[in-house]
């Protein structure tokens, strides 16, 4: 797996031990500090420039940056290059001649339940899916007309993009996404259980005015969407 979400901390053992608390694997403690909850891994990320975004490893960008520079700035950074998307969500291309590869299959899932991917808000939902198709990813449900739809990669990460005004909530570009169904209530006794700071109770979806969707935010400001649907 080559695609990796990146979240910054001022404190390293701050953001792990949140991670801990919801019960996601270490994979690598240091250089880099990565976690996983058998599905997405995320990279914590010390370094003072760290912005919270998406990073792709390949051995070389080159094609792909000129495709994208027809659409938006891209940054040479070290290693790489940085670009963001319509909704300004910040975009890392690492180029590394080694694969990182971890069995996520011997990770159970987290307290927060099955993730479902990316979910961002933006003013122009088709440039932003034209950066991301050039990216290799695909479209897998929704539309444009809908005001919403979700695009993956070979890797399995879905990125949903939500037009303005659509979502009753706070909303953090780039937030993770986790829907449980019917489950949501008790894994979100479980998130209070652990002491894990909410930062919004959802009752708006909710007839009888039920706190039954939540979002929390890690110590780096990376959102989590812990919905019902």
Not at 84 to 105: A, C, H, P, Q, R
Not at 153 to 166: E, G, L, Y
Not at 175 to 191: E, P, Q, R, V, W
Request: hydrophobic letters at 40%; a negative charge; charged letters at 20%.
């Amino acid at each position: 797996m080559n695609t990796f979400l990146q979240t910054p901390t001022n404190d390293l053992r701050q953001s792990l031990d949140f991670y801990k608390k919801l019960n996601f694997k270490i994979l690598s403690a240091e250089n880099p500090t990565l976690v996983s909850d058998g599905n997405a891994i995320i990279e914590i990320n010390p370094d003072r420039f760290a912005r919270a975004g998406v990073k792709f490893y390949k051995s070389n960008w080159a094609t792909i940056v000129e495709q994208l520079q027809k659409l938006t700035k891209v940054l040479p950074i070290e290693n790489g290059y940085l670009l963001s998307d319509k909704s300004g969500v910040w975009i890392y291309l690492m180029e590394s001649n080694s694969t990182i590869n971890f069995n996520l299959n011997e990770v159970e899932n987290s307290t927060l339940g099955n993730f479902a991917g990316l979910s961002l808000e933006t003013t122009d939902i088709q440039g932003s899916i034209e950066i991301w198709e050039i990216l290799g990813f695909s479209k897998t449900m929704g539309s444009v007309e809908q005001g919403w739809v979700a695009y993956e990669n070979q890797d399995k990460m879905t990125v949903s993009f939500m037009q303005p005004n659509s979502c009753p909530h706070l909303f953090f570009n780039p937030s993770m996404t986790y829907f449980n169904g019917k489950d949501n209530l008790s894994i979100i006794a479980k998130i209070r259980e652990a002491r894990i700071p909410i930062t919004e109770e959802i009752t708006h979806f909710n007839k009888e005015k039920i706190v039954d969707n939540i979002i929390i935010r890690d110590p780096g400001g990376y959102g989590f969407f812990i919905f019902s649907d």
